[in-house]
């Protein structure tokens, strides 16, 4: 039988190192999995709680899914863009449905960063303007182009920058000057907006593109009126709005669809991925139909529109809707919450617990401070991949734990997960 250590010296002979696994010198090497579970190659079982970052949304090789994927893979493949399959009709026609507002029309890719792509090419071809602000702390992928809109030091790699993206100051209430309140935290970024596009743009823009909670940033949740507050600046200055939805759409922060809704206002384009497809590579930009149809001239995806990929993300969506799974992120993630808040009261080593639905982050400091700590953090989640529970990282200083489970998560797996949670933050602190 091959060992897992074998697996790992041949991995360093034949992958790029960028993209390091976690768990350092005991990273996971995935076997097989099954609904909320994950085995690996030594046979060691572990609930996962982070689900391939945000993405297996309703469950490893879930049944009623994986039946679709393989009829549809039995019966037409792929085509390419040059011509229309019915799966691709009946995906957008869904996606329309549920999308607030008068979002319309759909273009799509294999992943987020390309959804991005597409949603910045559409918006600048629109206005006729090529400037696009971004918020710090924001990630929006791989791309020279997404890394540029991306605002996270180490995720912005080979020292190309788009000339055409600034970034404004970001609601970080937990990181916001001593003594702030949330209220003045919003005043700061509206200031730190309009000083941006009065100093730093010619005083119009194509757009604004923000997650309506920064994913990679560590789940930082805006004051509930940033985004009404910011808003109207944007319009004046003639830009349209990109709500990011790659790690919060389709039901992940409770009780509705989109993360944007939570928020009170409506955006021009959309972008999705990961959980979207529960781990088919998708991409999936929607927008108005008149910034839809500016976007005139000759644009395909190969591989976009790929008639499983296409079966297998409606049949997600479809399964979401018949298990209601955007109530049971609420109420999940209303449980979840609970627990975490008081985690922060026992253990001085989380500055913040935070989070909406199913997307609830711990950062950790050094204790009783907000000095972040990120090797304490790498302790925690390996404390609790030892006792067989996967969670995630992020945030700029490397100390936000994630929690982000399965969306039709049980409430019996949330309890395991809190007692290992609760054993691992005893263990490190
Ligand atoms: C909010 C957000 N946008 C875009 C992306 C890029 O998506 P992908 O990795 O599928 O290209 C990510 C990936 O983590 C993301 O979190």
């Not at 944007?234 to 809704?261: C, L, M, N, P």
């Not at 190969?302 to 992120?329: K, Q, S």
Request: net charge negative; aromatic share 8%; proline share 5%.
């Amino acid at each position: 039988m091959t060992t897992s250590a074998e697996i790992m010296e041949r991995y360093r002979q034949v992958m790029f190192p960028a993209a390091a696994p976690y768990h350092g010198d005991a990273p996971l090497i995935a076997d097989r999995a099954k609904d909320q579970y994950i085995w690996d190659v030594d046979g060691k079982r572990y609930l996962d709680f982070f689900g391939g970052i945000l993405t297996v949304s309703v469950g490893h090789c879930n049944d009623e899914i994986s039946e679709r994927t393989m009829a549809q893979l039995r019966k037409l493949q792929h085509t390419s863009t040059i011509y229309v399959n019915e799966s691709m009709v009946r995906l957008a026609e869904k996606v329309a449905e549920l999308t607030p507002g008068r979002l319309q029309k759909c273009f799509f890719t294999n992943s987020g960063t390309e959804a991005n792509e597409t949603a910045v090419l559409a918006a600048r071809m629109y206005t006729g303007n090529p400037i696009i602000i971004t918020l710090r702390h924001a990630y929006s992928g791989r791309s020279m182009l997404a890394m540029s809109l991306s605002a996270q030091g180490p995720w912005r790699l080979g020292g190309v920058v788009d000339p055409y993206v600034r970034h404004a100051r970001n609601p970080y209430t937990f990181r916001a000057p001593a003594g702030m309140s949330a209220e003045q935290v919003v005043d700061l970024c509206v200031a730190d907006l309009e000083e941006t596009i009065a100093t730093a743009t010619e005083g119009r823009i194509a757009a604004f593109m923000a997650e309506p909670i920064q994913g990679a940033g560590g789940f930082i949740v805006p004051p509930e009126d940033y985004f009404q507050r910011i808003l109207p600046i944007v319009r004046a200055a003639g830009g349209v709005f990109i709500s990011d939805e790659v790690q919060t759409g389709w039901g992940r922060t409770g009780g509705k669809w989109f993360g944007i809704e939570q928020w009170g206002v409506e955006p021009d384009i959309m972008t999705f991925a990961k959980g979207m497809g529960n781990g088919s590579p998708i991409g999936c930009t929607i927008a108005t139909p008149e910034i839809a149809d500016a976007v005139a001239g000759l644009t395909f995806s190969t591989f976009g529109g790929n008639p499983v990929t296409m079966a297998t993300t409606l049949a997600t969506i479809e399964y979401m809707e018949a298990h209601d799974t955007p109530t049971n992120c609420q109420v999940q993630g209303e449980s979840m919450a609970e627990k975490l808040a008081e985690f922060a009261a026992e253990f001085p080593i989380i500055g913040e617990a935070r989070g909406m639905g199913l997307m609830q982050a711990l950062e950790i400091v050094q204790p009783g401070g907000i000095e972040p700590d990120a090797a304490r953090t790498v302790a925690f989640v390996d404390a609790c991949k030892k006792k067989g529970l996967l969670l995630g990282k992020g945030g700029l200083y490397g100390n936000a734990v994630r929690i982000a489970p399965h969306l039709n998560v049980s409430a019996e797996d949330m309890d395991v997960a809190m007692d290992i949670i609760a054993g691992a933050l005893a263990e490190v602190s």
